[in-house]
């Protein structure tokens, strides 16, 4: 697991009309207002889109199954920025919906809204974050807490004590006149039998 800190900045709301082009409209947006890192959270409706519903097989590298849709479906998603080769990269997962059938996958190539998309960006700053080609995953991962090899911060888990027994806790019953406040009162009324 790796992790990189930083704070909030600038918050932006945005609105998509009917016929434009989601994805790329918000990357127009991204690399207008100069956002190099942040988070996107959007909802509305899409008239058509592409979406990789996760792979073909569950192998790496994986091979994605893409998706089209049309016809009009709700939609609401997120997205995550983050510097990269050129201009910022933005990955996009979303869930649509549309008569009682739903998808759910990564957002690719075109999602054309229908009547209206609203999106609100948070940019993010001062965060050692990045977004890489991996050769082995044959997909673009975020490198987050530094660039060179050995310097990530990364959380280390920690394998459970062994040779100590598992404490038992003593469970004392409580009675109801020990509880806080009403809750004695609550609990007596919840399990008060009715007269028969």
Known sequence: ?????GQLGRVFVV???????MLSSLRTF???K????????????????????GPEEPVIPPVPHFIMFEGGWEVFGVGTIYPAEGDPHIHFHASV????HALTGCLRENATAY????AVIQ?????????KFDEKMQIHLPVLGGDEEGIQKTLVETEPEQDKPPVKEEKTPESASELPGGLAEII????RRPPT
């Open 15 to 21: 609105r998509i009309d009917n016929g434009e082009d």
């Open 123 to 131: 940019e993010f700053i001062g965060l050692t974050a990045r977004r």
């Open 115 to 118: 009547l209206i998309v609203e």
């Open 34 to 53: 100069e956002i190099q890192a942040g988070s996107i959270i959007f909802l509305g409706a899409l008239m058509s889109g592409r979406m990789v519903t």
């Open 97 to 100: 919906g549309r008569s009682g």
């Open 1 to 5: 697991m790796q992790y990189t800190e």
């Open 30 to 32: 991204v690399v207008d």
């Open 188 to 191: 007596r009324d919840l399990t």
